[in-house]
């Protein structure tokens, strides 16, 4: 904190409006980065191997899974542009998103930083290290860290963020259940309750203020038409290709270093 405070007193107020410890932790990662440069890695990463060829980047930063770049391992050269930007808009996406996991990883964690990447306007300056240099995934050869995998700021919301991850197909297929079970009840409450009126004498389309019962059956069945249309956006949401088998693509590969 005595860093935010002399040097960069304007953050300090931000700094402690944090409800999360590793949102301060996140965002002292960047201070320190621009400050003074160098190499970050989490507690939970070995390094493998000698790093001095990705020096003469401005910033390094891995590709994660599933989408965007990850801030447990960064390179950064003494007031870096790209960690200027960091620092400068941490105040802007100080935002609650009503549970632990989404707030950290959208404020501070690695979609604040993927977002301010896809804003960057000098993306040639930046390192992406691909997925085989990062390990995190598949432990290679080429790989330049190893991962133990602590996670030891998730929160329980995390636990289940993840298994809708790991299994997005059934969540997708829970989902659609659920969609498609509630439109039939409306379809039979309404065809029983139009049944009803008509019984007692209601009028249906006639000045009543009413619906036909083949209207209200129509308009659900049409509601009904839509969901089936669901799976396909259910799965791209989750990630999942119908047309590749189920199967997650891995991220594409990054840049390669000279």
């Known amino acids: 904190m005595q860093l935010i405070a002399t040097k960069f007193p304007w953050f ?22 621009y400050e003074h440069g160098g190499i970050y890695v989490d507690l939970d990463v070995v390094c493998n ?17 599933p989408v965007g770049v990850s801030n447990d391992i960064m390179m950064a050269k003494p007031h870096s542009d790209f960690a200027l930007r960091l620092i400068q808009q941490l105040p802007t996406w100080n935002v609650f998103l009503f549970v ?14 993927t977002a301010q990447y896809a804003l960057y306007a000098h993306k040639e ?41 790991h299994n997005a197909m059934l969540f997708a297929s829970l989902v659609l259940l659920l969609l498609v079970s509630a439109a039939t009840g409306l379809l039979v409450f309404c065809r029983h309750r139009a049944i009803a009126r008509r019984g007692n004498g209601g009028g249906f389309g ?47 590969r990054g840049m390669v270093p000279p």
Request: net charge positive; no cysteine.
């Open 206 to 252: 006639d000045g009543a203020g009413g619906l036909a019962p083949g209207d209200v059956e129509d308009a659900v069945r049409g509601a009904l038409h839509r969901l089936a249309g669901m799976p396909s956006t259910l799965l791209a949401w989750s990630g999942l290709s119908p047309a590749g088998g189920g199967a997650r693509k891995g991220p594409a």
């Open 12 to 33: 300090l107020d931000t700094f402690k409006s944090y409800p999360y410890g590793i949102q301060r932790a996140d965002a002292l990662r960047y201070f320190v980065l």
């Open 125 to 165: 300056r930046l390192f992406i290290m691909p997925v085989e240099l990062y390990g995190k995934y598949k432990l290679t050869g080429d790989a330049l860290f190893k991962h133990l995998h602590g996670s030891s700021w998730h929160g329980s919301d995390g636990k289940y963020i993840l298994w809708i991850d």
């Open 100 to 113: 632990k996991y989404a707030t950290v990883m959208f404020s501070t964690g690695p979609m604040f930083v």
């Open 49 to 65: 191997k000698n790093l001095d060829f990705l020096r003469h980047f401005e910033f390094v930063t891995p590709k994660t899974y």
